[in-house]
């Protein structure tokens, strides 16, 4: 699988973004595709992820009502919709693909396949 993110960029604190990463080279249906973030100097973090197939979404706690995840099936395409940004949301977010069982956590350690990482840059 080969993930091309794109969309990050410098936005005001309170401003939005959307982040898109297309995957190409196999079908993704068995998948779960994840968003990361991470900063110089700390471990990549969960953001955001939804089950290819079912659906099913989850977030972390500190992007839960600002961030959305969706898909488009005819597009093969995941996105992150980024609201109401903060200071603290500025990293290099990364978009993932991984055959995660149901029973188990969403984590970087779990995701088989990255994308090259787009920077998010928000300003105060």
């Known amino acids: 699988v080969q993930l091309q993110a794109s969309g990050g960029g410098l936005v005001q604190a309170g401003g939005s973004l959307r982040l898109s990463c297309a995957a190409s080279?196999?079908?993704?249906?068995?998948?779960?595709m994840g968003w990361f973030r991470q900063v110089p100097g700390k471990e990549r973090e969960f953001v955001a992820s939804?089950?290819?197939?079912?659906?099913?979404?989850g977030y972390a706690d500190s992007v839960k009502g600002r961030f959305t995840i969706s898909r488009d099936n005819a597009k093969n395409t995941v996105y992150l919709q980024m609201n109401s940004l903060k200071t603290e949301d500025t990293a290099v977010y990364y978009c993932?693909?991984?055959?995660?069982?149901?029973?188990?956590?969403?984590?970087?350690?779990?995701?088989?396949?990255w994308g090259q990482g787009t920077l998010v840059t928000v300003s105060s």
């Open positions: 939804i089950r290819w197939y079912s659906g099913t979404i």
């Open positions: 080279g196999r079908t993704v249906n068995s998948f779960v």
């Open positions: 993932a693909a991984g055959q995660v069982p149901r029973t188990m956590t969403v984590t970087s350690q779990r995701m088989d396949y």
